[in-house]
């Protein structure tokens, strides 16, 4: 599905999430409507100070080039 994306983020990709594995928890999500999936995120998760701490870097990543502000807002 990443490669469906029209304005792809490096740190979306795979490759960035599996590079960052040793120090971070790693979910790949991907959101839908009822027509089908609508983006894509990959979610960077660790502790600090016993805390959870969560990055969604440079996402998510709408699979439409120009999706409504409705798809926008609930994803």
Known sequence: MFARVPFPHLPQAWMYGEGKRDEWKIERLSIHSSQ????????????????????????????????????????
């Open 36 to 75: 089908g999936p609508v983006a894509l995120a990959q979610v960077l998760t660790k502790r600090i100070a016993g805390f959870p701490v969560s990055l969604i870097n440079r996402g998510p990543l709408f699979l439409d080039r120009n999706p409504s502000p409705e798809t926008r807002a609930t994803a």
